[in-house]
């Protein structure tokens, strides 16, 4: 048993990482064969890709899918730490799981992603929920098919959660959920420790992956037919800083650039680390998406210096306006926390101000939320649950507005949708998303499923755009 510990987890140093690939023992190949499996899923595009490694794992050792938890053998529940309610959701869900497991003796359940990474939880698994199967980290989900293993022969819980992360696994298999678009992981980990953020302690030190394995990769996606790629780190401007003198961020959108991949995004970026060379690059190749996450999370200095950001509002509108100027027809969106610990009306004010200049494509706002073990879970927070709850709402409403007047630019205007699916609902309707990732539900006479059409604008929304095929 390895129970996660985050003075170890929070540890920096520099290390040099080895590369493996990944490989499942013959011994496992099938082995289960007739059982079924159901992933649940919570968090960020991240987790999301670790359940496409994790699907491919378990489907080569024999597993099927089954999309009710009712008719499964093993249930695995791939978590998120990154605020409360996520937390909250999973126990939830675990408990729905005990009156299942209360009737099915045999069914195995599985605890992993950035949850099994913290201290409080794994303890309380120990504890609280003895029942599971097995507990693993992120920094060790590729051993499943050994945990799993272990656990069924000795019949007792394993958890086995690695505080370091580990060297890099390449070749994991993957069962990707969309045949168009791709997650590609860039680097792993986070060392920018904003104060208020899990992360840097549930994934480990800041790693890149060697350019080569991620243009490899890309190079396959293509082959297959996918149109798009989505560059995945927690902070990916960072890329290559661990591992090269002299390729960043910008050189690898050059070369993935080259690949002839149709559309390239990346996410997240900090502003901290986007240099003027990256501005550049993506300005300059038109299959580099002009859509940008961007978060700020305040618009006051005061805040941002205890949220541990490393900018202020006017170097973060600098950046900002900089983008906009050099990137045609940029879509900016952001996140942003309501109610840090200390803040005032005045700094919130200063936030609705940041977003009346900004005007963004898109936002995601949160309530702030203690996580334990982070620098500004001892600051004292003196702002009321009503309060906070009265700015989230206020601040919502302001985004809104800008969402739906970015919208209603577009209308009239034909621009580029890789169509995705078809309506349930509706016979000739199809959804897709735009170049600057907006959500497009448009009419046509043919079905143009996992092509890039162009798409006359008629309609703006809030949350969406409607329209037709403008192909003849
Ligand atoms: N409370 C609320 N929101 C948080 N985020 C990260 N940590 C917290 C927290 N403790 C938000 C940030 C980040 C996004 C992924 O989640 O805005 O950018
Ligand atoms: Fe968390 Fe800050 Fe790292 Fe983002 S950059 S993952 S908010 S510590």
Redesign the pocket.
């Known amino acids: 048993m390895q129970l996660p510990n985050y003075r170890e987890a929070k540890t920096r140093d520099k290390r040099e990482y080895q590369t493996h690939s990944y490989h499942l023992l013959e011994k496992y190949k099938k082995k289960y064969e007739g059982k079924t499996y159901f992933l649940k899923t919570y968090g ?1 595009q991240m987790n999301e890709h670790d359940s496409e490694n994790i699907m491919g794992i378990l489907e080569e050792m024999g597993f099927r899918f089954v999309d009710s938890m009712e008719d499964a053998d093993l249930i695995l529940l791939n978590t998120c730490s ?2 409360e309610n996520a937390h909250n959701k999973a126990f939830g869900f675990l408990g729905r799981i005990k009156h299942l497991k209360e009737t099915k003796k045999d069914l195995m359940v599985g605890l992993c992603g950035c949850m099994a990474q913290e201290e409080v939880v794994a303890n309380t698994i120990k504890e609280k929920y003895p029942w599971l199967t097995f507990v693993i980290g992120t920094h060790n989900f590729y051993q499943l098919p050994e945990v799993l293993e272990e656990a069924l022969k000795t019949k007792t819980l394993q958890i086995e959660v690695y505080s370091r992360e580990q060297d890099l696994i390449e070749k994991m298999p993957s069962n990707r959920k969309s045949k168009y678009k791709a997650y590609v992981n860039i680097i792993y980990g986070c060392d920018k420790f904003c104060t ?2 899990i992360v840097p302690y549930t994934r480990g030190r800041q790693r890149s992956r060697k350019k080569e394995d991620i243009l490899k990769e890309i190079e396959s996606l293509v082959k297959e037919g996918y149109q798009e790629v989505t560059l995945l780190g927690q902070n990916v401007n960072a890329y290559g800083k661990d591992l090269y003198d002299n390729y960043s961020l910008a050189e690898l959108l050059t070369d993935v650039s080259k690949t002839k991949i149709k559309r390239i995004r990346f996410m997240t970026s900090h502003p901290w680390d986007f240099t003027n060379e990256m501005i550049d690059v993506i300005a300059k190749y038109d299959n580099i998406m002009p859509s940008i996450h961007l ?1 700020v ?1 305040s618009g006051s200095n005061r805040i941002l210096k205890l949220m541990g950001r490393r900018y202020t509002k006017e170097e973060y509108l600098t950046l900002f306006h900089k983008m906009k100027e050099k990137i045609k027809n940029c879509a900016i969106s952001t ?1 942003i ?1 309501v109610g840090f610990p200390g803040e005032t009306e005045e700094d919130f004010e200063e936030t609705l101000d940041l977003v009346k200049t900004c005007k963004y494509d898109n936002a995601f706002t ?4 203690p ?1 334990v073990g982070t620098p500004a879970a001892k600051l004292e927070d003196n702002v009321s649950k009503e309060e906070k709850e009265a700015r989230l709402y206020r601040l919502n409403d302001l985004v809104n507005t800008y969402f739906l007047e970015n919208n209603k630019k577009l209308v009239g205007k034909t621009i580029p949708v890789l169509v995705e699916g078809k309506s349930l609902k509706k016979k000739g309707e199809y959804f897709g998303y735009s170049d600057t990732q907006k959500l497009v539900n448009f009419t046509s006479d043919k079905d143009y499923e996992g092509e890039i059409v162009p798409v006359l604008i008629t309609d703006a929304k809030t949350w969406s755009l409607d329209g037709k095929v403008s192909r003849s």
Request: charged share 20%.
């Open positions: 960020c990154i605020r208020y953020c978060p999370q996140d926390i949160f309530l702030y939320s996580r």
